[in-house]
């Protein structure tokens, strides 16, 4: 049995003011090719399908073509939500849609919905676990912490699995490896005082783990347990790092082969530093695609004028300007010129947020403002 395993979508998601939708287009195409030249089984998403829980109309649009392409080619789809999906929204239509092979699991259950296919080996048993928080998990168990490593672990412990069969588990969840943290990027919520935090060792007995959360692709603890990370990089911290999609064949028990198969985007990530002249010289400019999405870093000490257009001008994607000279390494920082198109409103917020109080927001401030800023209580042009 085969399956592509892929997690964190952000269908909809703007980076730095630039919309993403035309990008992700582009490798949703490229993955239905993937599923369809593998002839794969089905098609595993592990949350954050879209980046808002009230997504925009484009982004539903395009995910209702991915699904479309999928179904037409015969591939199942096992789905579960994230932290930045709406799971009541995700579960409208269910039923309807697991008629033509598509399974999203959007709120938690007790038990955990489970589907099973079957090849020449036998049964092999897909298990749905959305992002699970701990005051989700209360309503059904009695729990001995209220942490994320107790509220799954007191979920699975009352899970009826049979593991001399074969097991796979979709997730959502901050996942370490015995203390060891993940590697992450810029993009993320980061989880502030280890409360959120999940160990690999959990999911002991599960024959592959299909994680989202995480924009970095990486295995956690053993190659089994893996985050499949986020199609497209969303942060300049990711631009060193190419971007895949694990391959998965299950044999017979204990026997998996994976695959990572690389994707390309449609506009690369790339940073840029040096004087204003070399960054526009022709050798510069011949090193990768003009319209790459850019983040230049200038080193002049000399004044500039009018220099964010003119870079612009060279480079029609650049998202970030920064200044690193004798003047801002003396103030301590390295200044960031106006973006090319304003942050959102939550984007300001955060900034602002942490400016004041010398660190970012916790996982539950984060959560609530995100809630209003796209819940209609404040939207991208307020």
Known sequence: MKFLHLADLHIGKRVHGFSMLEDQAHLLRQICAMAKENQVDAVLIAGDIYDKTIPVCEAVGLFDSFLTSLHQSGILVLAITGNHDSPERLDFGGRLMQESGVWIVGTFRDPLPCITLSDEYGPVHFHFLPFLKPATASAFYELTERTSQCAVQTVLHAQTVDFRERNV?????????????????????????????VDAALFDGFDYVALGHIHRPQRIGRDTVRYAGSPLKYSFSEAPYPKSVPLVTLKEKGELEITLLPLVPLHEMRELRGKFAEVLSAEARQNGDPLDYLHITLTDDDELVDVFAKLQHAYPNLMRL???????????????????????????FCDFFEQVNGKPMNDQQGELLRAVCEGGGLDETD
């Open 322 to 348: 920064d200044f690193d000279n004798r003047r801002t390494q003396a103030e301590g920082v390295t200044k960031q010129a106006e973006s090319v198109r304003e942050k959102s409103v939550f984007e300001q």
């Open 169 to 197: 588990l979709l997730a959502h969840q901050f996942v370490t490896a015995g203390g060891s943290m993940p590697e992450r990027s810029e993009s993320e919520i980061v989880p502030v005082g280890g409360l959120d935090t």
